[in-house]
């Protein structure tokens, strides 16, 4: 990827997407082009037209604190957006995995999800690969065929039946992706994954080019399981303090819902001896027998 105007690139796209009437501003769909013009956001930013397309430009690139909270508050940025927008400004260094050094789970983070039987869970890796799961996690995933959430999300045709909101899940599934790989964007690995799906998939390459950053932290999610339909639940993102970059994903059910009742049909068909076996294989680690 390029690394020679981040600052510029992500300002560009953020301001194209902004909305003018926020502001009090005549509305889009007035306008010739989207977005907010470039003297709009300087003077809602309290700087010259001329310092901000500099700063698009890349030929400014480390502008005050004060200045890059004053154009997140003209672009209405959210904050996961804000502190991205200040880490691209003053990148900090990151320790980076060692090339062909997988990732590993705990194995007390394991047998924690192992003693929820009742109650689906999965790790995230650093770029969204499913790095483990307990049985009722891998048995509501079990569609997966690729490690990568974020390549089977784009790639796999199962994932529009799995996910009923399937837009907005591909959504924040790129805004995730922004916001775990943060300024650094020259990693491989992250590398290799944006350059593939951006080749093969127009949907991919066209949420990439947005900028959108917002992190996983909790949401509710409409499934529809191929084996007890469909389901509605809410889940819960907690990073893994022994594993930086590391996300573990809780789902529950409403109490008492047909949910509820779907995830427990779930739990018992997988119960069943083939049904075990099928949730045990390696599509997903830390589940092999």
């Known amino acids: 990827m390029d ?33 907010m013009r470039r003297e709009e956001v300087a003077m809602l930013a ?5 310092y901000y397309i500099r700063l698009e430009q890349g030929r400014d690139k480390h502008p005050s604190a004060q200045v890059l909270d004053a154009l997140a508050a003209a672009l209405t940025l959210e904050e996961d957006a804000v502190a991205h927008l200040h880490e691209l400004a003053r990148p900090q260094p990151r320790r980076r995995r060692r090339a062909g050094r997988p990732e590993r789970v705990g ?26 799961g307990n049985a009722l996690g891998v048995a509501l995933f079990g569609w997966l065929s690729d490690r990568s959430l974020v390549r089977a999300v784009f790639l796999d045709p199962r994932a529009r039946d799995f996910y009923r909101d399937w837009q907005k899940v ?15 964007l020259d990693d491989p690995r992250l590398t290799d994954l944006v350059g593939e799906l951006s080749l093969k998939s127009a949907d991919f390459a066209r949420l990439w080019a947005r900028h959108d950053v917002r992190g996983k932290t909790a949401e509710s999610k409409r499934l529809r399981h191929p084996v007890v339909g469909e389901l509605t639940l809410s889940y819960e ?13 809780v789902y529950q059910a409403e109490p008492g819902s047909p949910s509820e009742q ?28």
Request: hydrophobic share 40%; glycine share 10%.
């Open 3 to 35: 690394s020679a105007n981040r600052l510029g690139e992500f300002l560009r796209a953020r301001r194209e997407l902004a909305r003018p009437e926020s502001h009090g501003m005549p509305a889009a769909g007035l306008r010739r082009t989207p977005g």
């Open 46 to 50: 309290g700087v010259s037209t001329d």
């Open 107 to 132: 194995p007390g983070l394991v047998r924690l999800m192992e003693r929820w039987p009742d109650t689906p869970a999965l790790v995230l890796g650093r770029y969204m690969d499913v790095l483990a």
């Open 170 to 184: 591909t959504r924040d599934c790129v805004a995730s992706l922004r916001a775990t790989a943060g300024a650094d």
């Open 237 to 249: 993102a907690l990073t893994v303090n022994s594993a930086p970059g590391q996300q573990l994903v």
């Open 262 to 289: 779907a995830l427990a049909l779930l739990g018992s068909v997988l119960a069943t001896p083939v049904m075990r076996d099928i949730a045990m294989t390696e599509h997903i680690p830390g589940r092999e027998k």
